[in-house]
């Protein structure tokens, strides 16, 4: 956000005619209208991210506690800077740009601080996810001994630590401030190198470095299946299907977030905003701004792709949203990371519903029994079918001789 910051901030030091002619230069009616319309749209989408992003965490807690394995700890981390990204620091932001009194010093500052944060918390786990994979298929045997629950527990850690550090430090001995003029964040003079640290350190480097990790791994899964050294075994399957998983998430941060961030060096070592033509800072004003929302997009689709790319995330969620039991148990059983079918649970419900349907056959074959002798005679309870079979045959002989005497009389 300094690349649009600085420039204006600039424009309202020089005299009236001139600000307003740069104003004029990369504020006009188009660009106002497409700003307004996408501040609504992200504020809507940063509320429904929010929802998946909490979805995702709590998938990540419940597969980290069945399953054992180090990435879930490692993505439960990278979307919970995520979900400071949508829950708090995008919606006020993009509230503070619509509202001028929201545009308050302590608010403006709490919301650049987590979002800081957030971003730096975001890019290390997803380097550390691609870490913990490579370590997995470049070194299988030393794989539970170098990423261990409580190795990657610390990793986490580490994380926060690192980034709540850093930005604490530049927010506590004033290397950073919030411009009264429009709420932006602004670096102190003769310190404007941290903001260069942190650009590296937290947003290029780990990008940078979990795409080129992300590239390698899935070079090396495909060397290792023609080759066929990889084995069948379940695990090694798992672990190659949550690799694409891994891809996707690296390519599109790496998409979402460099540009913008290569664009602001660019800015600060190769040319002066205030330099530029009018025509130029029009162009410029246009491409970062697409660039910002490109990287205000990023929090918002993460937790998309986890949730639809990643299979058991995927079905954890569906069994979530969609859960129908049939009676007390559920048809669906997990066991490591997969669904499946629990065939004894399914063959006893099967077999107690046929107990139930052929005991309500029996049941209601005896009353139907019950109801056709009520009607034909008195129904006593002490004759067996025997003994009712013997007087029916008694009772037709007496009617036989009777119509044979009546022949005989007339």
Not at 200 to 207: A, E, K, M
Not at 223 to 247: C, E, H, M, P, Y
Request: glycine share 4%.
């Amino acid at each position: 956000m300094e690349l649009l910051k600085n420039g204006r901030v600039n424009a309202s030091r020089v005299p009236t005619t001139t600000a307003q002619t740069t104003q004029e230069c990369y504020n006009d009616h188009a660009f106002m209208i497409f700003m307004y319309t996408t501040d609504d749209l992200l504020l809507a989408a940063s509320m429904a991210a929010t929802v998946f992003n909490v979805m995702v965490i709590f998938c990540a807690v419940k597969l980290f506690k069945r399953s054992g394995d180090t990435m879930h700890l490692f993505i439960l981390n990278m979307t919970v800077g995520d979900l400071i990204l949508t829950v708090f620091c995008h919606p006020n932001e993009l509230l503070i740009r619509k509202h001028d009194f929201l545009q308050q010093i302590h608010l403006c500052a709490v919301v650049h601080y987590f979002n800081w944060t957030g971003l730096a918390v975001s890019g290390l786990s997803l380097t550390m996810l691609n870490v913990d994979k490579l370590i997995y298929f470049r070194w299988p045997l030393n794989y539970d001994r170098s990423m261990s629950k409580r190795r990657a527990a610390l990793f986490c850690l580490l994380i926060w630590l690192l980034s709540v550090g850093f930005i604490s430090y530049c927010w506590l001995f004033n290397i950073v401030y919030i411009h009264t003029f429009d709420c932006s964040l602004q670096m102190s003079p003769n310190k404007k190198f941290y903001y260069e640290i942190f650009l590296i350190l937290f947003c290029v480097l780990p990008v940078t470095s979990s795409l080129i990790v992300s590239i390698y791994l899935f070079n090396l899964t495909r060397q290792k299946r023609n080759a066929g050294s990889g084995g069948d075994t379940s695990a090694f399957k798992n672990k190659v299907k949550s690799l694409v998983f891994i891809f996707a998430t690296t390519a599109w941060t790496s998409c979402s977030l460099l540009p913008y961030r290569i664009m602001n060096l660019a800015r600060i070592h190769l040319f002066t905003w205030s330099e530029l033509s009018c025509e130029g800072k029009q162009m410029m004003n246009w491409v970062a701004w697409i660039l910002i929302y490109l990287l205000t997009v990023n929090p918002i689709i993460n937790p998309l792709i986890t949730s639809l790319i990643y299979a058991p995330y995927r079905i954890t969620i569906k069994k979530f949203l969609v859960n129908i039991p049939v009676g007390n148990r559920p048809f669906y059983n997990y066991q490591g990371e997969h669904l499946h079918l629990d065939s004894s649970s399914f063959a006893s419900l099967r077999r107690s519903r046929n107990r139930r349907s052929s005991s309500t056959e029996s049941a209601s074959l005896r009353q139907s029994t019950e109801v056709r002798v009520s009607m034909g005679e008195p129904y006593t309870p002490s004759k067996s079918p025997s003994k009712e079979h013997t007087e029916q045959e008694f009772t037709f002989e007496k009617k036989m001789e009777a119509i044979h005497e009546d022949s005989h009389s007339h």
